[in-house]
């Protein structure tokens, strides 16, 4: 496999050059040591590691999205809020329904400013809810019994890794303006 050569110049043989060409900044520590452990495991031929590790990088970056957007809600529409509220602090609540409340979230018009901001609009952050969708398939193919829809082989994990760029901008975008925002409050 590609993977495997010892080319320094391939981002999915070496997990630093994979991180650099993605260029995001203010990525979390844990978000951006899962995906160098799953270009490591990719490059082994590890595909369904591989795999799960990019869904703890998906899962990271949507969670860390989500305590940034409550973080940017102003005060007094903080009741408008509850119901997503509390299921993005739930600790047993799926990633699947964290997902779906961020984005949510998103779309109303309390966040207008992180929205002009981040320059991604609701559509935008629904594509990577998509690309997540996907990934959240394959990782979960290392339940027992639970085959993914399509096996995770070398061109799928490849495919989801070059992918993961612009589904990774647009969550880290819209962190850094939410962020942005709740200061400016």
């Known amino acids: ?10 981002a999915l043989a070496n997990s630093d050059l994979y991180l ?8 979390g520590d844990e978000v951006s ?31 860390e999205l989500g305590a940034a957007l409550m973080g940017a809600v102003p005060q007094d ?26 984005c949510l979230l998103y779309e109303r018009d ?6 002009k901001h981040s320059g991604v609009k609701a559509k935008m952050l629904r594509e990577a809810q998509q690309w997540t969708e996907v990934v959240r398939d394959s990782r979960n193919a290392i339940h027992f019994g639970v085959a993914a829809a399509f096996e995770n082989n070398y061109e799928k994990i490849s495919v989801l890794l070059l992918a993961a760029a612009q589904p ?11 962020i942005a925002v709740a200061a400016e409050r």
């Not at 496999?1 to 391939?10: C, E, G």
């Not at 995906?35 to 590890?46: N, T």
């Not at 990774?168 to 939410?178: E, F, G, K, T, V």
């Open 168 to 178: 990774l901008r647009y969550l880290y975008a819209i962190r850094s303006a939410a």
């Open 110 to 115: 309390l966040f207008a400013d992180v929205v």
């Open 33 to 63: 040591e899962a995906l160098r452990e799953a270009v490591a495991c990719f490059r082994h031929e590890l595909f369904g590691a591989a795999a799960a590790l990019l869904g703890k990088a998906s899962e990271g970056a949507w969670i």
């Open 20 to 27: 650099d060409r993605l260029g995001i900044d203010g990525m």
């Open 77 to 102: 529409q903080a009741g408008s809020v509850a119901t997503q509220r509390k299921t993005l602090d739930d600790a047993y609540a799926s990633i699947q329904s964290k997902v779906a409340a961020t």
């Open 1 to 10: 496999a590609p993977s495997l050569t010892d080319s320094s110049r391939l």
